[in-house]
């Protein structure tokens, strides 16, 4: 079945305590992005990695990280999370992106992260 | 920058009624427009999209129409059931690396 997968899917932690979330996508896709949701904000994309060569920030990389030395797998590292990180995080990924895509983007199921 | 605007929720509906959730956007050039369906305890699915002006995005009931004259991509249904109560999100692609949301519908459908 093709899917992203995010692990874990629910995560309560302390102030400072490094922690990643896992994202897997089984589809050879290129593309591959990290969104946070939060209330009356919709998503806002943390990091996007065009391919294993190109990573680069989106709106809201503050207090994050991202590994891409793979095709499948895209981490997202928080090195010293803090209360305002608490959100609900999505994986995805689409097959390529071009000016114009009207390439799909898959989604994980989430991780919901609190930092107490 | 570019950016989505759609209407507040909740949305509560009873079954069998005609669905309207509008969504208006700023972008400097032609956007694809999307939306996508998020239920409980899942991600969001892709409903349906429009590349150009004037297409029209369909999928399981909903449409949506590219309207560049009024900036505009308003989802709708003409009879909703229990089981589309979710929150919708309306989004378009800035053409170089990501979606831009709106901050979400929620859509509450009762029998």
């Known amino acids: 079945e093709a899917q992203v997968t995010q692990n874990p899917r629910y995560l309560i932690t302390v102030t400072g305590k490094k922690l990643t979330v896992t994202c897997s996508q089984n589809m050879n896709h290129e593309y591959m992005s990290w969104y946070r949701q939060d209330p009356g904000l919709g998503l806002r994309q943390i990091y996007y990695s065009m391919n294993v060569e190109v990573t680069d920030k989106g709106d809201v990389p503050e207090g994050y990280k991202v590994s891409r030395k793979e095709k499948r797998n895209f981490p997202l590292i928080l090195e010293s999370p803090s209360p305002n990180q608490t959100s609900l995080y999505f994986c995805a990924s689409s097959l390529a992106w071009t000016s114009g895509p009207s390439y799909e983007q898959y989604f994980g199921p989430g991780t919901r992260l609190t930092v107490t | 920058g570019d950016s989505v605007t759609q209407m507040e929720g909740p949305v509560t509906l009873s079954e069998e009624a005609f669905l309207t959730i509008n969504c208006t956007y700023t972008?400097?050039?032609?956007?694809?427009l999307f939306w996508y369906v998020q239920y409980p305890g899942e991600g969001l699915q892709l409903l349906l999209k429009?590349?150009?002006?004037?297409d029209k995005g369909s999928n399981k009931g909903f449409e949506a129409t590219y309207r560049k004259e009024t900036t505009s991509f308003h989802l709708e249904k003409g009879s909703v059931q229990v089981s589309d109560s979710a929150v919708y999100f309306c989004a378009l692609s800035d053409g170089y690396n990501k979606l831009i949301f709106g901050a979400g519908t929620r859509l509450a459908v009762h029998p």
């Open positions: 972008a400097t050039g032609y956007p694809s």
């Open positions: 429009a590349t150009k002006a004037d």
